[in-house]
T-cell receptor
Framework: DAGVTQSPTHLIKTRGQQVTLRCSPK?????VSWYQQALGQGPQFIFQ???????QRGNFPDRFSGHQFPNYSSELNVNALLLGDSALYLC??????????FGPGTRLTVT | AQSVSQHNHHVILSEAASLELGCNYS??????LFWYVQYPGQHLQLLLK??????LVKGIKGFEAEFIKSKFSFNLRKPSVQWSDTAEYFC????????????FGRGTQLTVWP
């Protein structure tokens, strides 16, 4: 049984560019949450998707957007990248909202 | 201000020493509480969780945590650590009003010397 998978593993982008990160949830899970983890910090909640809709959103600007597909996989899009967007982006999936399983993350570097 | 506080950023212990990592949160009302662990080169893994019932919860690998509602605390303990426990430990809170949104502490790096 595969766990949560994320792609790509690493990504280097230039300021102003746009990026798309992908997540496949654990089998049987229908809810996907995205988190940003800056160096030396705990993960910060970006948003959560359920039934292809954004159900909750954290304190992130509109440059951060997402999507969930009918097969429950999800994408995180970030527009107009800033240096401060450099971080590890984590995807977590769950069958219910209460117990989340995390993927390995995508390391984004903005230069 | 941090809403989930982990008091120790880096803890260094020798094998067989006892461990206690502190976690305090500042939310009222119903909460669900978690400890996650991140071993070197691996992803975040759930160590243990508290939803309701017995405030002393047991997790994997001999870890346990105690929920003290009056102190808004959920401290992690292990009576005897091993070298393989070297990892970063994160406390997380799921507020009842925002079910599924985890608020994390900034983490505690545990180093265990053999």
């Amino acid at each position: 049984d595969a766990g949560v998978t994320q792609s790509p593993t690493h990504l280097i982008k230039t300021r102003g560019q746009q990026v798309t990160l992908r997540c496949s949830p654990k089998s049987g899970h229908d809810t996907v949450s995205w988190y940003q983890q800056a160096l030396g910090q705990g993960p910060q909640f970006i948003f959560q998707y359920y039934e292809e809709e954004e159900r909750q959103r954290g304190n992130f600007p509109d440059r951060f957007s997402g999507h969930q597909f009918p097969n429950y996989s999800s994408e995180l899009n970030v527009n107009a990248l800033l240096l401060g967007d450099s971080a590890l982006y984590l995807c977590a999936s769950s069958r219910s909202p209460r117990e989340q399983y995390f993927g390995p993350g995508t390391r984004l570097t903005v230069t | 201000a941090q809403s989930v506080s982990q008091h120790n950023h880096h803890v260094i212990l020798s094998e067989a020493a006892s461990l206690e990592l502190g976690c305090n949160y500042s939310y009222g009302g119903t909460v669900n509480l978690f400890w996650y662990v991140q071993y070197p080169g691996q992803h975040l893994q759930l160590l243990l969780k508290y939803f309701s019932g017995d405030p002393l919860v047991k997790g994997i690998k001999g870890f346990e945590a105690e929920f003290i509602k009056s102190k808004f605390s959920f401290n992690l303990r292990k009576p005897s650590v091993q070298w393989s426990d070297t990892a970063e430990y994160f406390c997380a809170v799921d507020r009842g009003s925002t079910l599924g949104r985890l608020y994390f502490g900034r983490g505690t790096q545990l180093t265990v010397w053999p």
